[in-house]
Protein backbone atom coordinates (compact mmCIF):
# COMPACT_ATOMS: atom_id res chain seq x y z
CA UNK A 1 0.00 0.00 0.00
CA UNK A 2 1.27 3.35 -0.96
CA UNK A 3 1.84 5.99 1.79
CA UNK A 4 3.21 9.41 1.66
CA UNK A 5 4.30 11.46 4.67
CA UNK A 6 5.01 15.16 4.18
CA UNK A 7 7.23 17.29 6.24
CA UNK A 8 8.77 20.39 6.65
CA UNK A 9 5.91 23.27 7.14
CA UNK A 10 5.31 26.08 9.17
CA UNK A 11 5.12 29.92 9.55
CA UNK A 12 7.40 32.22 7.86
CA UNK A 13 7.07 35.99 6.78
CA UNK A 14 7.20 37.15 3.22
CA UNK A 15 9.92 36.91 1.77
CA UNK A 16 11.28 34.27 3.42
CA UNK A 17 11.89 30.24 2.30
CA UNK A 18 10.83 26.64 3.78
CA UNK A 19 11.39 23.00 2.53
CA UNK A 20 8.52 20.57 2.31
CA UNK A 21 9.27 17.13 2.30
CA UNK A 22 7.16 14.01 1.24
CA UNK A 23 8.67 10.43 1.39
CA UNK A 24 7.13 7.73 -0.07
CA UNK A 25 6.72 4.09 0.61
CA UNK A 26 4.88 0.87 -0.89
CA UNK A 27 5.79 1.50 -4.49
CA UNK A 28 5.57 -1.57 -7.02
CA UNK A 29 7.14 -1.40 -9.85
CA UNK A 30 7.06 -3.13 -13.48
CA UNK A 31 7.85 -2.70 -16.62
CA UNK A 32 5.03 -0.74 -17.83
CA UNK A 33 4.80 1.84 -15.06
CA UNK A 34 6.70 4.83 -13.02
CA UNK A 35 5.15 6.73 -9.92
CA UNK A 36 5.06 10.29 -10.89
CA UNK A 37 4.78 12.84 -8.05
CA UNK A 38 3.66 16.19 -7.45
CA UNK A 39 2.60 18.93 -4.97
CA UNK A 40 -0.57 20.20 -4.85
CA UNK A 41 -1.69 23.03 -2.49
CA UNK A 42 -5.25 24.23 -1.27
CA UNK A 43 -5.93 27.30 0.57
CA UNK A 44 -9.34 28.04 2.71
CA UNK A 45 -11.94 28.60 0.11
CA UNK A 46 -10.39 27.44 -2.81
CA UNK A 47 -10.53 24.08 -5.03
CA UNK A 48 -6.97 22.09 -4.61
CA UNK A 49 -4.19 22.91 -7.65
CA UNK A 50 -1.28 21.58 -8.78
CA UNK A 51 1.88 23.37 -7.80
CA UNK A 52 4.82 21.43 -9.08
CA UNK A 53 5.13 18.19 -11.00
CA UNK A 54 7.98 15.92 -12.00
CA UNK A 55 6.67 14.91 -14.97
CA UNK A 56 8.50 13.30 -18.29
CA UNK A 57 11.00 14.88 -19.18
CA UNK A 58 11.01 17.53 -17.08
CA UNK A 59 9.38 19.96 -14.79
CA UNK A 60 6.23 21.70 -14.13
CA UNK A 61 5.26 24.50 -12.56
CA UNK A 62 2.22 26.24 -11.79
CA UNK A 63 2.62 30.20 -13.69
CA UNK A 64 1.89 31.97 -9.78
CA UNK A 65 5.12 29.97 -8.24
CA UNK A 66 7.64 30.03 -11.23
CA UNK A 67 11.06 31.27 -10.58
CA UNK A 68 10.10 30.90 -6.55
CA UNK A 69 9.61 27.24 -6.25
CA UNK A 70 11.89 24.03 -7.00
CA UNK A 71 10.79 20.36 -7.16
CA UNK A 72 13.32 17.42 -7.16
CA UNK A 73 13.27 13.94 -6.94
CA UNK A 74 15.09 11.10 -5.28
CA UNK A 75 13.59 7.66 -7.25
CA UNK A 76 16.43 5.99 -5.52
CA UNK A 77 14.85 7.52 -1.79
CA UNK A 78 11.44 7.89 -2.85
CA UNK A 79 11.36 11.06 -1.88
CA UNK A 80 9.84 14.41 -3.43
CA UNK A 81 11.43 17.93 -2.50
CA UNK A 82 9.93 21.46 -2.92
CA UNK A 83 11.92 24.47 -1.98
CA UNK A 84 9.76 27.54 -1.56
CA UNK A 85 11.88 30.72 -2.16
CA UNK A 86 10.95 34.43 -1.90
CA UNK A 87 7.28 33.29 -0.01
CA UNK A 88 4.00 35.56 -0.17
CA UNK A 89 1.21 35.41 1.64
CA UNK A 90 -0.83 33.82 -0.86
CA UNK A 91 1.26 31.22 -0.90
CA UNK A 92 -0.74 30.59 2.33
CA UNK A 93 -2.10 27.08 2.00
CA UNK A 94 -2.56 23.08 2.75
CA UNK A 95 0.06 21.80 0.88
CA UNK A 96 0.38 17.96 -0.17
CA UNK A 97 2.10 15.32 -1.88
CA UNK A 98 0.35 13.24 -4.30
CA UNK A 99 1.20 10.26 -6.60
CA UNK A 100 -0.02 7.54 -8.73
CA UNK A 101 1.56 5.27 -11.10
CA UNK A 102 1.58 5.81 -15.07
CA UNK A 103 2.96 4.70 -18.08
CA UNK A 104 3.96 8.72 -18.41
CA UNK A 105 3.84 11.48 -15.74
CA UNK A 106 1.23 13.68 -16.42
CA UNK A 107 2.04 16.83 -18.09
CA UNK A 108 0.50 18.99 -16.07
CA UNK A 109 -0.88 17.59 -12.23
CA UNK A 110 -5.00 17.52 -12.44
CA UNK A 111 -5.97 16.36 -9.04
CA UNK A 112 -8.20 13.59 -10.50
CA UNK A 113 -5.28 11.93 -11.66
CA UNK A 114 -3.57 10.98 -8.89
CA UNK A 115 -4.44 8.21 -6.08
CA UNK A 116 -2.30 8.38 -3.85
CA UNK A 117 -2.02 11.69 -1.37
CA UNK A 118 -0.24 12.57 2.18
CA UNK A 119 -1.83 14.09 4.90
CA UNK A 120 -1.00 17.27 4.13
CA UNK A 121 1.09 20.03 6.27
CA UNK A 122 0.33 23.80 6.62
CA UNK A 123 2.09 26.53 5.56
CA UNK A 124 1.52 30.28 6.77
CA UNK A 125 3.62 33.40 4.82
CA UNK A 126 2.50 36.49 7.31
CA UNK A 127 3.20 39.61 5.56
Known amino acids: QVQLVESGGGSVQAGGSLKLSCAAS???????????MAWFRQAPGKEREGVAA??????YYADSVKGRFTISQDNAKNTVDLQMDSLKPEDTAIYYC???????????????????WGQGTQVTVSS
Open 26 to 36: GFTYNRYNRYC
Open 54 to 59: IVTGGT
Open 98 to 116: AADSFFMCPSRPNVRAYGY
